[in-house]
């Protein structure tokens, strides 16, 4: 008869009786939700213009070439004559794609481009997951009161570096001077010909 190998059920029985007893750490998603952390980011939404209700995007293309995911498409009309302004035709986002690592809302120069605090999108579908110019807007006229009561708190924005906090966040020294950089010359390497 083989021996039963006790200490380990032991051990293993002692977890489960100590977890017995504690209150469950599980909810129910749908109608509850864990609290939100202040740099939690979301699916990226278009603003727009509260009192025309324009896009603020301005087509510089930048949020499609800086994403890894490569779901951002931007398609904008050059504007004719000496004016040298692009017009957004379609924006759209495939999210079934998006890392959600908010490096085009880094990048958008004009804030047109943010991180909502949507992170539960769901389709049946791929298509469903392809977001044109009037949904993203549609999401970011949502979005906006709680944006504009965090003022961009979802936002990772560095702060400048020539001021203190961005000093701070360089341990860049007040007296570095911004000069060239000495640098000793470069040693010349002979270089050997081929012998014909």
Not at 5 to 34: C, S
Not at 40 to 48: C, H, Q, W
Not at 99 to 120: K, R
Request: proline share 10%.
């Amino acid at each position: 008869m083989a021996k039963v190998p006790v200490a380990p059920m032991i051990d293993g029985l002692k977890v489960t009786f100590d977890n017995l007893f504690r209150p469950p750490t599980t909810i129910q998603f749908p109608e509850e939700r864990r609290p939100e952390q202040a740099r939690e980011r979301g699916m990226p939404v278009l603003r727009s213009f509260p009192d025309t209700g324009e896009c603020r995007c301005v087509a510089c293309g930048l949020c499609e070439v800086v994403c890894p995911g490569h779901c951002l498409e931007v398609h904008a009309q050059p504007e004719g004559g000496d004016r040298r302004v692009r017009i957004l035709e379609a924006y759209i986002l495939d999210a079934s794609h998006c890392l959600f690592c908010g490096y085009c809302a880094a990048a958008c120069p004009v804030e047109a481009v943010v991180m909502s605090d949507i992170q539960d999108m769901a389709g049946f579908s791929r298509r469903n997951m392809i977001f044109d110019l009037q949904q993203l807007m549609e999401l970011g006229r949502r979005f906006e009161p709680t944006y504009q009561a965090t003022k961009g708190a979802v936002e990772f924005r560095l702060p400048d570096p020539d001021t203190e906090s961005g000093r701070l966040l360089e341990n860049k020294p007040l007296d570095l001077s911004e000069g060239p950089v000495e640098r000793p010359t470069p040693v010349a390497v002979p270089v050997r010909s081929k012998s014909v």
